[in-house]
T-cell receptor
Framework: GPKVLQIPSHQIIDMGQMVTLNCDPV?????FYWYKQILGQQMEFLVN????????KSKLFKDQFSVERPDGSYFTLKIQPTALEDSAVYFC????????????FGEGSRLIVV | GQQVQQSPASLVLQEGENAELQCNFS?????MQWFYQRPGGSLVSLFY???GTKHSGRLTSTTVIKERRSSLHISSSQTTDSGTYLC???????????FGAGTQLIVIP
């Protein structure tokens, strides 16, 4: 089936440093998402992105978070500066349309902030 | 409040037994997906099923909108079915999914 690729698969970073998580969504998809899952906890929505703009974000999407997708490149999640509570697995997803369609998820990027 | 509730929270089966996993939701939906989360964390999409019944091998998903529930039936379970099963409800035009807490399935030989 369609594949969403995420890079890196895991990263360890010092608290206060910046991290960028990269996502290569399914090629013809238009809607992009980031989700966060802390170890042993529920998957939580962070943000969705369409037509170059953030359309919706949750309380978890702090001011230190930003997303972008420059033309023809990765959909990125940047955290600057990182905090200990940012340690989690971050999943990228994409969808052809915003609703009424399957979301395809990547394998996740495991972030450990020390 | 919690929009998506899954039951049971965990389930242990002998290989060959069947499993019925439930997902109840408190709001209207325009999409419903079932996922399998591997022990390593990656997600596999099992079904996109906003209404009706769908089959895939030993798996069957049934969503009844007016009863606000969806179920996942696993027949003749195998040890490789062990992992966490997540249901996710979509209620907005932008595709945002609300996940349940999952059912952890352990199948023993």
């Amino acid at each position: 089936g369609p594949k969403v690729l995420q890079i890196p698969s895991h990263q360890i970073i010092d608290m206060g440093q910046m991290v960028t998580l990269n996502c290569d969504p399914v090629s013809n998809h238009l809607y992009f998402y980031w989700y966060k899952q802390i170890l042993g906890q529920q998957m939580e929505f962070l943000v969705n992105f369409y037509n170059g703009k953030v359309m919706e974000k949750s309380k978890l999407f702090k001011d230190q978070f930003s997303v972008e997708r420059p033309d023809g490149s990765y959909f990125t999640l940047k955290i600057q500066p990182t905090a200990l509570e940012d340690s989690a697995v971050y999943f990228c997803a994409s969808s052809l349309t915003g609703s009424g369609n399957t979301l395809y998820f990547g394998e996740g990027s495991r972030l450990i902030v020390v | 409040g919690q929009q998506v509730q899954q039951s049971p929270a965990s389930l242990v089966l002998q290989e060959g037994e069947n499993a019925e996993l439930q997902c109840n939701f408190s709001t209207s939906l325009n999409s419903m997906q079932w996922f399998y989360q591997r022990p390593g964390g990656s997600l596999v999409s099992l079904f996109y099923n906003p209404s009706g019944t769908k089959h895939s091998g030993r798996l069957t998903s049934t969503t009844v909108i007016k009863e606000r529930r969806s179920s996942l039936h696993i027949s003749s379970s195998q040890t490789t079915d062990s992992g966490t099963y997540l249901c996710a409800l979509g209620g907005s035009a932008l595709g945002r999914l609300h996940f349940g807490a999952g059912t952890q399935l352990i199948v023993i030989p």
